[in-house]
């Protein structure tokens, strides 16, 4: 336990790690004892306080369609899964939600959906155009997959800030073991640097215990993100989906999910890093949990209810026979239990406006 606390006091300080060390964190997150474990929450946890104090952010989760070109084989709403009740919002239901979520305080609106070509550049760029009118102090992230430059670009003038596009992994053989052949890892690097280029605040992230994940794959995500230095980084549990391919796989557990927080919340103390739905889905209090780990987001779900049983990557989604606004005070409820609060704020990354002046 020695080594594993020298190098996490080694990151905490600033240095860059070597591979080796990033492998030895990553394999001692089976052996770490009671005690060190506890060390690295309230560690992470400290480094959390002094960026961003007690407050917790709040984004906005609008789930605006569930139809997806893609296959991976991790998630419930891949093509081949012909049991999912499709569906689209429009733009004036999603104007509706948005304006919801705003009289509810939230202050970034995240568009979500699954790759679906229905939705052209225009129509984005209206809907992004539409929140921000309305909304001016209001944040936008798009998390709508792979597009090109161009694309992006357009979203970008639009008004959109943010972009989430989790890498998934960033081992290649681990890549293929996910995602069927159409898909690359490299196009998902590009499209990444694309987005950091034309100056969005990026989220990257993956999932943990997903079926083939060896500790050479997180170690070459953490390495990766060292590397792109993302805004955002979103992880969560790998959760089974009963029709897809993985729908026997094992699902991934409360204890590494929060180890892997509190590594990312060392590594990287400015990071928007979400305790995300997924955590909250495998533990009742997995969400509070993650906080004390070294989340500082939560993202409820701003989607009309009749909806939301219908947008499930993985089996057993919670939340999703709740209001908006029964989520948003239950969120408060939970993260005063815990000693935190959550604020009104658009929640920008702590460094984003001193990157934006050079
Ligand atoms: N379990 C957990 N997370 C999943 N995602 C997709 N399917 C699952 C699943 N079965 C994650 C992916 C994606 C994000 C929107 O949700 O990482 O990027
Ligand atoms: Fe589509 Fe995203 Fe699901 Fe892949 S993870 S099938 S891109 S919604
Ligand atoms: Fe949705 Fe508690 S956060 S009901």
Redesign the pocket.
């Known amino acids: 336990m020695e080594k594993l606390k020298s190098i996490i006091l080694k990151i905490k300080n600033g240095e860059r790690p070597e591979r080796e060390e990033l492998l030895y964190i990553v394999s001692a997150r089976r052996t770490v004892t009671k005690e060190v474990r506890e060390w690295m929450y309230s560690l992470a946890r400290e480094r959390a306080v002094g960026v961003y104090g007690h407050d917790i952010y709040l984004r906005g989760l609008i789930e605006f369609t569930n139809y997806c070109r893609n296959n ?1 084989y ?4 891949r093509r081949d899964n012909r049991t999912v009740n499709r569906y689209r919002l429009t733009r004036e239901q999603i104007l509706d939600c948005a304006d919801k979520g705003y009289e509810l305080n939230f202050r970034t609106i995240v568009l ?1 959906g699954g790759e679906d070509p229905a939705y052209s550049d225009d129509d984005i760029c209206s809907i992004v155009r539409g929140i921000k009118e309305r909304h001016p102090d209001c944040a936008v992230t798009l ?1 709508i997959g792979e597009k090109s430059r161009e694309s992006y670009q357009k979203y970008f003038d639009a008004g959109a800030d943010r972009y ?3 890498h ?1 992994t960033a081992n290649a053989a681990h890549y293929r073991r996910l995602h069927p052949s159409e898909l690359s890892m490299e196009n998902r690097m590009r499209c990444l640097l694309d987005l950091r280029d034309i100056g969005f605040q990026i989220g990257a ?3 943990v215990g ?1 079926p083939g994940q060896t500790d050479e794959c997180y170690a070459d995500d953490l390495a990766y993100l060292l590397e792109l230095q993302p805004h955002m980084i ?1 992880i ?6 009963h029709e ?1 391919p ?1 729908r026997d796989e094992a ?2 557990t409360l204890e590494d999910t929060l180890y892997f927080l509190a590594v990312l919340r060392i590594m990287f103390p400015e990071v928007l890093l979400p305790a ?1 739905t ?1 955590l909250g889905t495998i533990h009742p209090r997995g969400r509070e949990m993650g906080v004390l780990a070294g989340a500082n987001v939560i993202m409820p779900n701003l989607s009309p209810t009749s909806v939301r049983k219908d947008y499930l ?3 057993g989604k919670i939340c999703t026979g709740d209001e908006a606004a029964e989520c948003r005070y239950c969120m408060e409820r939970r993260m005063e239990s815990i000693g935190y609060k959550v604020v009104t704020s658009r929640g920008d990354h702590a460094g984003f406006e001193a990157e934006r002046r050079v």
């Open positions: 991976c991790y998630c419930g709403l979500q998390s989430l596009l989790r998934e992230g993956f999932m997903s979103g969560g549990p790998f959760i089974p989906h897809t993985f699902a991934g995300t997924a990557l993985y089996d």
